[in-house]
């Protein structure tokens, strides 16, 4: 399995859908789990962090399934301003290597109007 | 967000020359990373660091070489650039190497 999956889509939402993709992980170890959102031709910015009882944060909401080992980014009421790339990060590493976390290689997403 | 400068943003320049990238952070973080991006393959870690004058390859470190004399700086050279070097660069700080990474701009960089 390879470390950090996900579908690279493109995922094509038509403006106000709800829209979910999943990633999952290999390590069961692991302990730290976050999106990103990277635009295209900018840098990978922090979305949210994902807690083992699940969070949100407005139209957001993150969810861990560690017995599944996978994490899932749930979009309601999207907006054209969610078109990116979204980034699943893990620290794959045992022990918490200090080279840090794994990113996975994104799902893009666009809204369409 | 973390102060991050890289430095420089667009730089072309030839196979064979020797070529070398700056991170600048003023966050104090103790941990900075040295990523690629190219189309299908994601971010791909280069070199890293935890600490001053402490170093370590990454998946994609051939060819690539770092140092890290100060806290605020994170270097990156290219010895000897060749085009497959051709890429986005991507400078990232943390304080806990467990906890989210923090981004530069990037370097665009073309070896023609």
């Known amino acids: 399995r390879k470390e950090v999956e996900q579908d690279p889509g493109p995922f094509n939402v038509p403006e106000g859908a709800t829209v979910a993709f999943n990633c999952t992980y290999s390590n069961s170890a692991s302990q730290s789990f976050f999106w990103y959102r990277q635009d295209c031709r900018k840098e990978p910015k922090l979305l949210m962090s994902?807690?083992?009882s699940g969070n949100e944060d407005g139209r957001f909401t993150a969810q861990l399934n560690r017995a599944s080992q996978y994490i899932s980014l749930l979009i309601r009421d999207s907006k054209l301003s969610d078109s990116a790339t979204y980034l699943c990060?893990?620290?794959?590493?045992?022990?918490?290597?200090?080279?840090?976390?794994?990113f996975g290689k994104g799902t893009h997403l666009i809204i369409q109007p | 967000d973390a102060g991050i400068t890289q430095s420089p943003r667009h730089k072309v320049t030839e196979t064979g020359t020797p070529v070398t990238l700056r991170c600048h952070q003023t966050?104090?973080?103790?941990?900075m990373y040295w990523y690629r991006q190219d189309p299908g393959h994601g971010l791909r870690l280069i070199h890293y660091s935890y600490g001053v004058k402490d170093t370590d390859k990454g998946e994609v470190s051939d060819g690539y070489s770092v140092s890290r004399s100060k806290t605020e700086d994170f270097l990156l050279t290219l010895e000897s650039a060749t085009s497959s070097q051709t890429s986005v660069y991507f400078c990232?700080?943390?304080?806990?190497?467990?906890?989210?990474?923090?981004f530069g701009d990037g370097t665009r960089l073309s070896i023609l």
């Open positions: 966050e104090n973080h103790r941990y």
């Open positions: 990232a700080t943390t304080g806990d190497n467990n906890q989210p990474q923090h």
């Open positions: 990060v893990v620290n794959i590493k045992s022990g918490g290597g200090a080279d840090g976390l794994t």
């Open positions: 994902v807690y083992s």
